[in-house]
């Protein structure tokens, strides 16, 4: 299933680090305070986001940065307001503040030395 998530664009991506802003954030969400990351997009990355994930609802949408896939969550709705959260089967917050601080560290293309 994560191939296919992976390949769900040709094998190219939808996003990169330049189309994030550095505002990855990992909280506690939900009636079940459960580990999550918000994040937001550029302009570019809302559009683009906007379209893949309305042709992808409940699909996987692999999350790859450096080779390594950091995350599969599903598409549950169609996302259009630049703005998304990833949860769900996340251990703790630490763990969710690890994977907010790689998005942060390739927001606007950089990447970690």
């Not at 080779?67 to 598409?75: E, H, N």
């Not at 996340?90 to 990447?111: I, P």
Request: charged share 20%; net charge negative; hydrophobic share 40%.
């Amino acid at each position: 299933m994560i191939a296919d998530a992976l390949n769900a664009n040709g094998g190219q991506p939808i996003l990169t680090g330049a189309d994030l802003e550095p505002k990855s954030t990992a909280h506690l969400s939900g009636l079940n305070s459960a580990p999550a990351v918000s994040q937001v997009f550029t302009a570019k990355g809302t559009a683009a986001f906007a379209k893949f994930t309305t042709e992808h609802t409940k699909e996987l949408n692999g999350i790859v940065l450096d080779d390594a896939v950091l995350s599969a969550p599903i598409i549950n709705e169609p996302i259009v307001d630049g703005k998304a959260e990833i949860s769900g089967g996340f251990a703790s917050l630490n763990e969710v503040q690890v994977l907010a601080d790689r998005l942060n560290k390739a927001a606007g293309g950089r990447r970690k030395p």
